[in-house]
């Protein structure tokens, strides 16, 4: 250990100095304010106050939407807050909200370089692979803009998983083992992203086709090998279907067309169609980042020319970075309008996998020059290397000034926890009572960044109403939320009838009294909100989340995975120390 430090003690020292450097920044600076800050503070607070009260997996939180609730972690991948939850007490103790997420992305962050130095080691020594992942953590795409400018955090907590995702693909091709790392890393990136997860299932699909037809020669091998990797693929997408099959089949119950519809569709950014994009900043940075793509591709060519047995390799340099190239043009039109892969929203999101490309060209580059020294570079390659540096500069700066731009158009920190959220995963009834209001106190000038303020504004206004109409015939109010689960209500009428409650409609509550009698519910046909009957007097009411057939059903499935990887991994982990060869100490042996 100490040879291999003093070895490599340039590389280490900048590793350190980076890893620090980060995590003091982020504990100092807070959470920088992007696009999606406004949901992750107030979801991060909700799910880490839950998880701690013994609800492992909150998917309900009840103070959001000033206290009607939301139902975000339905839909939203958990594990991000997962990590964030079970290591916010330990790493930042007593920190708030802000500054404690954002130690956490900063960890998150590292473990990335972490994993993809474990990727790139399968091909290159340590200098080269420690270089190629911290170009990994500071790439513009994963750094700039999934954190300081989108704040995409599903997305970002999705880089840990991809390198060692890369890294099984790469054994289930060439060795024929890496089955279970394949399925417990996709598994990983599904509930992180889902976006990334349906990407990355075109872009190995793709590959592993490509391997199938290259590398084999018999129809049989290439059977084999396709059925392999759907095989392990499915098991993974069995151990993730407890969070995504819920997700699916309760979209229809929500507001999924949301009010910007059409900044949200991936037709609308492509290049090459002669059109203006949604914001020129946020294109701007995407074709110099795509630049960037195209020039780390450009000259690892000129390298892998003189490499050998580096097809795996090549695979993930040149398969992901021509995909991004074709899926961010006007020509994949069609299958951005047709195929499933319109629910990516942006194209840009493939950046998730090229970042891969770029780091291991980086990689490469970096070992060729330890190979043949810096003097005896060629002048094409020094050329390339100087084009990678530009594009990488330029898309930074493009990047940073798209996070400056972002932040600007934030709200107040002191007001976040109160109202936040997406509104396209707000109850159908609820939204459509919200938007009605809204539609009326808007025009065809008012700008996105107003629109989305004012939809808050009447939400708040919906509450209020739904509140003053209670209290209009209830003697007795007591709203208490219940982190996690949902609300503990009391109330007092003079008459039995039905309320109306400030609580968003959901066809999965359940209410029962102190006795445990069912109570019969439904939905306020003008507020939009939650109502139930009541008798005359005083009565404590119970309302919980349940499980709805497809969480039920998806909960058995996951449970079936597991067990299956369990079972396989025990019986590899047996084959392995039983047929393991004894080592002969008998020099003629």
């Avoid at 909150?58 to 290591?87: C, E, H, K, Q």
């Amino acid at each position: 250990m100490i040879r291999r430090f003093q070895t490599h003690w340039r590389l280490y020292s900048i590793a350190l100095a980076l890893g620090a450097a980060m995590l003091l920044g982020h504990a100092v600076f807070g959470t920088p304010p992007g696009s999606s800050f406004k949901h992750n503070m107030p979801w991060f607070e909700g799910f880490r106050e839950a998880f701690w009260q013994g609800v492992l997996y909150p998917r309900i939180l009840p103070d959001l939407w000033f206290g009607m609730a939301g139902f975000y972690f339905y839909f939203n991948g958990p594990s991000t807050f997962w990590i964030a939850a079970v290591l916010s007490p330990v790493v930042c103790p007593g920190c708030c909200t802000n500054s404690a997420f954002s130690v956490i992305g900063a960890l998150m962050l590292l473990a990335s370089g972490g994993t993809f130095y474990l990727f790139a080691r399968t091909f290159f020594e340590r200098l080269p692979a420690g270089i190629g992942a911290i170009a990994f953590v500071l790439l513009p795409y994963h750094y700039l803009s999934d954190w300081f400018a989108r704040q995409a955090i599903g997305e970002f907590s999705a880089y840990i998983f991809l390198p060692l995702l890369a890294l099984a693909t790469v054994r289930l091709i060439e060795a024929r083992k890496g089955g279970a790392l394949f399925a417990r890393s996709f598994a990983a990136i599904s509930l992180s992203h889902l976006p990334s997860a349906l990407i990355l299932v075109h872009v190995i699909a793709v590959m592993v086709v490509w391997a199938a037809f290259t590398r084999d020669s018999e129809w049989k091998q290439r059977g084999i090998m396709l059925a392999r990797f759907a095989l392990w693929g499915g098991l993974g997408a069995a151990l993730s279907a407890f969070y995504w099959w819920p997700a699916l089949s309760l979209l229809p119950l929500v507001s999924s067309d949301n009010l910007y519809s059409s900044y949200f569709e991936a037709t609308q950014w492509l290049f090459l169609d002669g059109q203006p994009e949604p914001s020129e900043t946020t294109a701007m940075t995407s074709k110099w980042q795509l630049a960037l793509v195209l020039a780390a591709a450009g000259t690892s060519c000129f390298v892998l020319k003189r490499a050998q047995n580096l097809a795996a390799v090549r695979d993930w340099m040149f398969i992901p970075s021509l995909i991004a190239v074709f899926m961010m043009t006007v020509v994949s039109y069609p299958i951005w309008h047709y195929w499933i892969l319109n629910l990516v929203q942006f194209p840009s999101r493939f950046f998730v996998v090229t970042d891969v490309s770029i780091a291991l060209s980086v990689a490469l580059i970096v070992n060729h020059i330890a190979r043949v020294g810096l003097p005896n570079l060629s002048p094409t390659l020094r050329r390339g290397v100087l084009a990678i540096a530009a594009t990488g500069l330029i898309a930074s700066v493009a990047a940073g000034h798209q996070a400056q731009r972002t932040g600007v158009k934030t709200y107040s920190v002191e007001r976040l926890l109160d109202h936040t959220g997406p509104v396209d995963y707000i109850p159908a009834p609820l939204f459509a009572a919200n938007i009605q209001r809204f539609n009326q106190s808007v025009t065809d000038a008012t700008p996105d960044a107003k629109r989305y303020e004012l939809f808050f504004v009447e939400m708040e206004r919906g509450q209020k109403l739904a509140m003053a109409k209670l209290q209009a015939v209830a003697l007795e109010t007591q709203i208490q939320p219940v982190a996690g689960r949902g609300f503990d209500l009391t109330m007092t009428l003079a008459a039995p009838m039905t309320v109306s409650l400030p609580i968003a409609p959901w066809p999965y509550w359940d209410a029962r009294s102190s006795e445990g009698e069912p109570i019969p519910f439904g939905t306020d046909a003008e507020l939009g909100v939650l109502t139930i009957d009541l008798p005359a007097g005083r009565t404590d009411v119970r309302l919980r989340a349940i499980a709805s057939p497809a969480e039920r059903a998806s909960k058995l499935l996951s449970l079936a995975a597991l067990l299956i990887l369990v079972v396989f991994q025990s019986v590899y982990v047996m084959r392995f120390r039983t047929f393991r060869p004894s080592i002969s100490t008998d020099p003629q042996t």
